[in-house]
């Protein structure tokens, strides 16, 4: 099993940035994918989360109204579009993948495999 987190860069403030997370080796109807996000010396934070089999999406505060969450079912690749983006979005960003049962969607913990995670920069 593997997750592959890519598409981090450098972006201006107000850039765009499409992140990718490819999944193998999962049966992912099982599965929701999500993306959380580590800022120096911060905790990690939820960005976002999807349920591959009721194509549900979930987002935190950071993200609503700015990302959006699209998937390729054929590609096993879920992307997160990040739309008008802020220095205060830099961080290394993870994509994750596990069972969380309802009300843990936003837990780290409720994941139990990760990706090797993506720089993003915003500079101001």
């Known amino acids: 099993v593997q997750l592959q987190a890519s598409g981090g860069g450098l972006v201006q403030s107000e850039g765009s940035l499409r992140l990718s997370c490819k999944v193998s080796?999962?049966?992912?109807?099982?599965?929701?994918i999500a993306w959380f996000r580590q800022a120096p010396g911060k905790e990690r934070e939820f960005v976002a989360a999807?349920?591959?089999?009721?194509?549900?999406?979930y987002f935190g505060e950071a993200a609503k109204d700015r990302f959006t969450i699209s998937r390729d079912a054929a590609k096993e690749m879920l992307h997160l579009q990040m739309n008008n983006l802020k220095p205060e979005d830099t961080a290394v960003y993870y994509c994750a993948s596990g069972r969380p049962p309802l009300g843990s969607i936003r837990t780290a913990s409720a994941f139990n495999l990760w990706g090797q995670g993506t720089q993003v920069t915003v500079s101001s």
């Open positions: 999807f349920r591959w089999m009721s194509k549900y999406s």
């Open positions: 080796g999962l049966k992912l109807d099982n599965y929701a």
